[in-house]
Each structure stands twice: as C-alpha cells, then as structure tokens.
Nanobody, 123 residues
C-alpha cells in the first residue's frame, strides 16, 4: 500500500496562487494514475484533476480548467497541483489519490488516499 502525504495548503486571498504537493512512499507511483479531489464544508468530495502515469494526459474539472495545473515527477515520487487565480469557492480540503489504473477521474478507482491539506481562499 502506498502512503500519500499532501502539503502546501494554507490561507490565501482571492486571486493568489498555491502549489500543493503529494509525496508518495511505500512504493513507487510511477505506474499509478494520480488525482486530486477536494471537499468543501457541507459538500461531497469532488474531482479536481487527474494525470496519467507518464504525465502526458491530464483532465480537469470544468470549475478549475485554465487555472489549475496537475503535474508529476516520477523520479521524486511526487505529484503537484498548481492553483492560480484562486477563488473563495476553491476553499476546501484537498486530497491526493493513487489509482491502479493508468488514468481515471472516478473516485471509485482510487485505492490510496492522503489525509488532505486545507486550502482557504478569502475574498
């Protein structure tokens, strides 16, 4: 089982940027599809972004397209989420997840999850 640890969250003003990191340990995630999800207070967890094993394919939720970028460094066993032009509605706990599938956006196919990192965007 791979362990995932997110970092980089915090409190920022709207319009600013944050970069989240997800460090994997226990085994390599180079063969795992990776994703980011988030959960706002009182809402269900939702898909944010996903990246294929090689990093050549990415998908984004419509709400973050053009503002967020997912990337991975397989040599460092790390996945990133660059978040620009943040909005108050981006507030939530952000989770990193790993899938046995090479590429997926569905939470049901992610078997390993991190504990999450809080992102709060003030207006």
């Amino acid at each position: 089982q791979v362990q995932l640890v997110e970092s980089g969250g915090g409190l920022v003003q709207a319009g600013n940027s944050l970069r989240l990191s997800c460090a994997a340990s226990g085994r390599t995630v180079s063969s795992a599809g990776m994703g980011w999800f988030r959960q706002a207070p009182g809402k269900e967890r939702e898909f944010v972004a996903a990246i294929s094993t090689s990093g050549s394919t990415t998908y984004y939720a419509d709400s973050v397209k053009g503002r967020f970028t997912i990337a991975r460094d397989n040599a460092k066993n790390t996945v990133y989420l660059q978040m620009n032009s943040l909005k108050p509605e981006d507030t939530g706990v952000y989770y990193c997840a790993a899938s046995a599938r090479a590429m997926t956006m569905s939470a049901r196919w992610f078997g390993s999850w991190g504990q999450g990192t809080q992102v709060t965007v003030s207006s």
